[in-house]
């Protein structure tokens, strides 16, 4: 089963104010139903178009691990591993990656969880992958975009910054029959 959330917000904050081909003023009009910014003189049309993440839910015991952040956005608060997609990586692989950069642990078996669509203030749209990676070896350590590693209780999560994390772990505990409220 695909689960789709979709959070947005409003949009103008990503938006050139020129033209990146020509350097023309741009416009705004109606195109494929949807004012966008335009360039009159070159034709250019802005999409501005969501930028694909990973987040990885490993669970064990009925804990869950989470990377206390070392950047923003959400600096010095708990979330769950993960990171941008690079140019031309596929997300397992992407997953992959992220897992060992931010605890040192690495993982083969993902299994998708959920695709989830939202506005950050930081970075523009994002189109969040959820994955469970349900086996894993190494020690979690945190790695270079982490403070901290550690493993909280189902039933005494910390505080998760990002909604898409939410419902990544409240996708994953109905999935799995195990009771806790994530979210208000």
């Keep these: 089963m ?11 904050k990503f938006e050139f104010n020129y033209c990146p081909m020509c350097s023309e003023k741009l416009g705004r009009k ?7 910014k335009f360039c009159p003189k070159c034709g ?3 999409y501005i178009n969501p930028t694909p993440v990973v987040a990885i839910l490993i669970e064990e015991d ?29 997300p397992e692989i992407a997953a992959k990656r992220e897992l060992k950069e931010e605890t040192s642990l690495k993982a083969d078996n993902f299994k998708f969880i959920g695709l989830y669509a939202y506005m950050s203030e930081i970075n523009g749209p994002i189109l969040m992958i959820g994955y469970n990676a349900d086996r894993y070896s190494g020690k979690p350590k945190p ?9 909280y209780s189902i039933d005494d999560l910390p505080d998760i910054p990002f909604v898409s994390h939410q419902f990544i772990i409240k996708e994953y505990l109905a999935r799995h029959q195990m009771k806790k409220t994530v979210m208000g």
């Excluded at 695909?2 to 103008?12: A, C, L, R, S, T």
């Excluded at 790695?143 to 493993?151: C, L, T, Y």
Aim: aromatic share 16%.
């Design 143 to 151: 790695g270079d975009d982490a403070e901290d590693v550690s493993f």
């Design 2 to 12: 695909v689960i789709i959330y979709i959070i947005f917000y409003n949009m103008e």
């Design 62 to 90: 009925g804990k869950i691990l989470f990377v206390k952040r070392k950047y923003e956005p959400a600096k010095h608060k708990w979330a769950l591993p993960g990171g941008f997609v690079d140019d031309v990586e596929h």
């Design 44 to 46: 250019y049309i802005q």
């Design 30 to 36: 109606n195109i494929e139903g949807k004012p966008r």
